[in-house]
């Protein structure tokens, strides 16, 4: 039998002391799905492993797979399972138009509960989903100040990470970036692929 606990707009305070911001958590006995939320509309063009998506060819914004993976270490980390226990799902807008090939879930708005209802093994039992609802719920740091700094320390992770690509360093590994021509245009990648696949288009 499927039993949910559903919660939104959770801020967890990690081990390391940053936080992380999750949309929405769906805690049920078949696994506890993790949902981050786009409201992009238009051409939305990157890859599962690059570290920037493009919408409409001009702006970028942060890969919500890489994002939500670090969702899903939190809530690891907060509830001490392993990950597979956990189900990234990313929802896009019907009014976007997403040319991203990834075997995980990237989903459109209509699809989520059709998607949650897939899962058909238990792998909790109730009280065990109350338990951990009750957990992430008593754990949310959610407040005007929290989020603050929950934007103020993107904006810094932004800024730094720009200065080691304009100098030609991979901000994930520190090695050197080089320059390739891809089926959406010239990029930057890692030298050291496929060990780190951090790429950036130019």
């Avoid at 606990?5 to 390391?16: F, S, V």
């Avoid at 320390?153 to 891809?182: A, W, Y």
Wanted: hydrophobic share 35%; net charge positive.
């Amino acid at each position: 039998m499927l039993v949910i606990k559903k919660l939104n707009n959770i801020i967890l305070r990690r081990e390391n002391g940053r936080t992380a911001q999750i949309d929405h958590i769906v805690v049920s006995t078949f696994g506890i799905f993790v949902i981050e939320t786009k409201n992009y509309t238009g051409y939305i063009t990157g890859n599962e492993y690059g570290d920037q998506w493009t919408q409409n060819k001009k702006f970028s914004f942060q890969n919500p797979i890489k994002q939500n993976y670090g969702h899903i270490k939190a809530l690891a980390e907060l509830l001490n399972l392993p990950e597979d226990m956990f189900i990234s799902i990313v929802v896009f807008s019907v009014d976007a138009d997403v040319k991203v090939k990834t075997e995980k879930h990237l989903i459109y708005t209509v699809q989520l509960g059709r998607t949650i209802r897939s899962y058909k093994q238990q792998r909790f039992n109730m009280e065990q989903v109350e338990a951990f609802a009750q957990l992430i719920q008593d754990s949310n740091v959610d407040s005007q100040e929290t989020r603050k700094e929950h934007v103020e320390r993107i904006t810094q992770d932004t800024r730094e990470r720009t200065h080691m690509i304009e100098r030609k360093i991979c901000p994930k590994c520190q090695n050197i970036l080089v320059e390739c021509d891809g089926k959406y245009g010239k990029f930057l990648g890692c030298s050291q692929y496929p060990k780190c696949r951090f790429t950036f288009k130019l």
